[in-house]
């Protein structure tokens, strides 16, 4: 695999569009489906430039020979609560098991750590035992569950709360 992870720019907005509905039609475990995120390419646009006027948080896209197949973001709190940051990452179906996660995930947890990040959140599907194995791995634990987290086709969906303490 020729997988290259880089911070992401204003120019990958469209590739990450259509990245994003790609994936929301592939799973299930995400808040959204396949109809991607409610944004314009010039909102996609000036929120990669805010991203990367942060110094805190990041957005990091994972290519493959010049396809996007994975994303993960790190966002750090403000005020009270800037010991802390959330996590998120994807990965497109045909990618899965091939290390693309760790990858992203590595370089996520280390930005957070470079950056005086403490505590590390993020909510998974509680039937999601892939990305928790990755979680876990990454010394993750389970700190609660949010039942009805997610309505998925009209199911409400349980998720699991996870932290990681740096």
């Known amino acids: 695999m020729n997988l290259t992870i880089r911070p992401a720019r204003p120019e990958d907005a469209a590739a990450l569009l259509d990245y994003l509905r790609q994936i929301g039609g592939e799973s299930d475990n995400l808040t959204f489906g396949a109809e991607g995120l409610p944004a314009t390419l010039e909102e996609e646009e000036a929120f990669l430039r805010g991203q990367a006027a942060q110094s805190r948080s990041v957005m990091l896209l ?56 403490e505590i590390i959140e993020l909510q998974v599907r509680s039937d999601n035992t892939r990305a928790i194995r990755l979680y876990e791995k990454f010394g993750f634990v389970k700190i609660g569950r949010y039942p009805g987290f997610l309505k998925v086709n009209g199911v409400n969906v349980d998720c699991d709360l996870m932290n990681l303490y740096l």
Do not use: N, P, Y
């Not at 998120?88 to 280390?110: D, F, N, P, S």
């Open 62 to 117: 994972a290519w493959e020979d010049g396809e996007l197949i994975g994303d993960g973001h790190i966002e750090a709190f403000s005020r009270r609560m800037s010991h802390r940051a959330g996590i998120g990452i994807t990965v497109r179906k045909k990618a899965w098991g091939q290390g693309v996660g760790t990858a992203i995930m590595e370089r996520l947890v280390a930005h957070a750590r470079d950056h005086g990040v």
